[in-house]
């Protein structure tokens, strides 16, 4: 049986690829500062520990020198209110880097010299430059167009910067790699409430809340900044294929291409829940004006194509979403 190792199990695409690894026939080695929020882990082995300490990472190793997968998952992340304000940048960079510093670490140690997994690390579409998505119905965010690099946060440094430390474990060490950027991943079983929540979970939130609200939506800046959103299931079903199908380390987009502003995403929302919303457009972060993946790398390396549709995405999570604040207004 084939071993993987999901570090940031305990996060929303972590818990999803878990599940997916278990229905692959793998026994499913996980780590996190924390389990699952919203279902229980079904990984055979759940690790509670902080993956930024070189003791603990190379300890996971350790103990499973026969792993065939890492995916390496974990960050310090958020949506625009945590990432893009500026006040969480030495947390997002300082956290993030240590945590992919202690796995290339570990990895490289002569104590593990017999454990070559394949790695699989989670980049954004932040790490783009600004100065391509200014306009929010012009933009094409070729892999190739990540240099000159200039993201628009620390964030997005701090993922390029991971890219290459990567890239240069394959080189110098031969541990196969494989590179993708997300862009807006969403579903179900993820973070919508408290502030660190992504934009279609916040709007499923808020228009679920509108009800009580007489119908009021709020949304950061003009909302006419567009992005695409690739739905939780297409994700995870691009990140197998890349792991297991193919020879290519990218790096590669792993999106969308059905773009939107972030006042449509609240009327398809607001449709998908069968009543009518008032948007209120209010001052907020707001990130780049436009961010769309261009995949035409992913079809012709992995001939993956995203399947779900943005209004049956939305469907499928405004249904667990609007449950959450159902249960979360009974409790009070």
């Given at each position: 049986?084939?071993?993987?190792?999901?570090?940031?199990?305990?996060?929303?695409?972590?818990?999803?690829?878990?599940?997916?690894?278990?229905?692959?026939?793998?026994?499913?080695?996980?780590?996190?500062?924390?389990?699952?929020?919203?279902?229980?882990?079904?990984?055979?082995?759940?690790?509670?520990?902080?993956?930024?300490?070189?003791?603990?990472?190379?300890?996971?190793?350790?103990?499973?020198?026969?792993?065939?997968?890492?995916?390496?998952?974990?960050?310090?992340?958020?949506?625009?209110?945590?990432?893009?304000?500026?006040?969480?940048?030495?947390?997002?960079?300082?956290?993030?880097?240590?945590?992919?510093?202690?796995?290339?670490?570990?990895?490289?140690?002569?104590?593990?010299?017999?454990?070559?997994?394949?790695?699989?690390?989670?980049?954004?579409?932040?790490?783009?430059?600004?100065?391509?998505?200014?306009?929010?119905?012009?933009?094409?965010?070729?892999?190739?167009?990540?240099?000159?690099?200039?993201?628009?946060?620390?964030?997005?440094?701090?993922?390029?910067?991971?890219?290459?430390?990567?890239?240069?474990?394959?080189?110098?060490?031969?541990?196969?790699?494989?590179?993708?950027?997300?862009?807006?991943?969403?579903?179900?079983?993820?973070?919508?409430?408290?502030?660190?929540?992504?934009?279609?979970?916040?709007?499923?939130?808020?228009?679920?809340?509108?009800?009580?609200?007489?119908?009021?939506?709020?949304?950061?800046?003009?909302?006419?900044?567009?992005?695409?959103?690739?739905?939780?299931?297409?994700?995870?079903?691009?990140?197998?294929?890349?792991?297991?199908?193919?020879?290519?380390?990218?790096?590669?987009?792993?999106?969308?291409?059905?773009?939107?502003?972030?006042?449509?995403?609240?009327?398809?929302?607001?449709?998908?829940?069968?009543?009518?919303?008032?948007?209120?457009?209010?001052?907020?972060?707001?990130?780049?004006?436009?961010?769309?993946?261009n995949n035409d790398l992913?079809?012709?390396?992995?001939?993956?194509?995203?399947?779900?549709?943005?209004?049956?995405g939305v469907s499928r999570?405004?249904?667990?979403?609007?449950?959450?604040?159902?249960?979360?207004?009974?409790?009070?």
């Amino acid at each position: 049986m084939k071993k993987a190792l999901v570090m940031g199990a305990g996060g929303f695409i972590g818990g999803h690829l878990v599940e997916r690894l278990k229905d692959d026939g793998y026994f499913v080695i996980a780590a996190d500062l924390k389990l699952p929020e919203y279902r229980d882990s079904i990984a055979d082995e759940f690790h509670i520990g902080d993956l930024s300490d070189r003791d603990f990472t190379f300890d996971l190793l350790k103990r499973h020198t026969d792993l065939y997968e890492v995916y390496q998952l974990a960050a310090d992340m958020g949506g625009a209110g945590y990432i893009f304000t500026g006040e969480n940048d030495l947390n997002v960079m300082e956290n993030s880097a240590a945590i992919n510093l202690a796995l290339a670490w570990a990895l490289t140690r002569p104590e593990l010299a017999g454990c070559k997994p394949k790695v699989f690390y989670s980049s954004s579409a932040c790490i783009y430059p600004e100065s391509i998505q200014l306009n929010p119905l012009e933009v094409d965010l070729r892999e190739e167009s990540a240099y000159p690099a200039n993201p628009d946060s620390e964030y997005g440094w701090e993922k390029l910067f991971s890219e290459r430390l990567f890239f240069a474990l394959e080189r110098n060490y031969q541990v196969p790699v494989r590179v993708a950027r997300f862009h807006n991943v969403y579903g179900p079983y993820g973070t919508w409430t408290g502030g660190r929540e992504k934009a279609p979970a916040a709007i499923c939130r808020k228009v679920a809340e509108s009800i009580r609200n007489g119908g009021v939506v709020e949304v950061w800046g003009t909302g006419t900044q567009t992005r695409s959103f690739l739905y939780i299931d297409d994700c995870i079903e691009a990140v197998r294929r890349f792991m297991s199908q193919s020879d290519f380390s990218g790096p590669v987009n792993i999106g969308s291409e059905e773009q939107v502003s972030l006042n449509q995403l609240v009327l398809i929302t607001a449709k998908v829940a069968g009543i009518d919303v008032e948007i209120k457009n209010i001052p907020g972060p707001v990130g780049v004006m436009g961010r769309n993946s261009n995949n035409d790398l992913i079809r012709e390396k992995l001939k993956w194509d995203y399947q779900f549709s943005l209004t049956e995405g939305v469907s499928r999570t405004y249904k667990w979403i609007s449950k959450q604040v159902e249960l979360k207004r009974d409790s009070n």
